[in-house]
């Protein structure tokens, strides 16, 4: 069977940066999608589009395609006491905050200043070009229910 719409696709994959730096792996060894439902990102759901179980292949996803552009918007200055614990806020820390739509959104701090703190909205992958090694394991066809609720069940059902 070819990876087509409602098939569930499970694939090892290996994320690398453009410096080979490793950002992220399927653990244990696969990882179990709904093709079509976006439980990916786009650009590596349309390179997978066709392929079958058996087939390696090493896969570039642009920002535009991955999780975007970075966006100079949604770096910000937020006045310090804003923040409950000031004293503890440290440069990589994250938490969710409201965003532009209201909703919730991941900042992470980028800078401390004497009286701002400089959070960023931006996906920590925005602007990053996704390098992909995908071997891909199985495909299926989606269980009615997989279809009806736009993801992939275990073996034993899920429970909502």
């Known amino acids: 069977m070819q990876i087509e719409q409602n098939a569930v696709v499970t694939l090892h994959y290996t994320l690398k940066d ?19 439902a976006m439980n990916i990102i786009p650009g590596l759901e349309n390179a997978l589009a066709g392929k079958s179980a058996g087939e390696e292949l090493s896969i570039t ?35 969710h905050a409201e965003g532009p739509d209201g909703g919730a959104v991941v900042v992470t701090v980028i800078e401390v200043k004497d009286d701002v703190v400089v959070i960023d ?16 394991i199985e495909v ?19 429970h909502h």
């Open 18 to 36: 453009n410096d080979g730096n490793v950002i992220d792996q399927s653990e244990d060894g696969s990882f179990l999608y709904l093709h079509g």
């Open 61 to 95: 996803v642009a920002p535009e395609e991955g999780y975007g552009a970075k966006d100079p918007e949604r770096v910000q200055e937020v006045p310090k006491e804003m923040f409950e614990n000031s004293g503890d806020i440290e440069v990589g820390l994250q938490f």
């Open 121 to 136: 909205g931006n996906h920590a992958l925005a602007g990053v070009d996704l390098n992909f090694d995908v071997k891909v």
């Open 140 to 158: 299926r066809e989606a269980s009615e229910e997989e279809i009806e609720h736009g993801h992939v069940h275990g073996p034993h059902g899920h």
